[in-house]
């Protein structure tokens, strides 16, 4: 099993065995990207999206 960690903040966003993923940072809002290779044992995303998008929190209330 691998950790997933984010290339930014470097949370700890999932744990498993994947093939392809693409998950986004609840803590800084970057999308990683990351394919499997079979020797890594605690996974930090060096590719990732450069666009961040808002989220709920981020956003003004009326």
């Given at each position: ?13 999932a ?14 809002g ?33």
């Amino acid at each position: 099993m691998h950790n997933i960690r984010c290339g930014s903040c470097n949370r700890l966003l999932a744990k498993g065995l994947f093939e392809q993923l693409e998950i986004k940072c609840p803590r800084c809002g970057k999308i990683n990207e990351r394919t499997a290779s079979p020797m890594e044992k605690d996974v930090k995303y060096s590719h990732c999206k450069t666009s961040r998008t808002l989220d709920r929190r981020q956003t003004k209330t009326r």
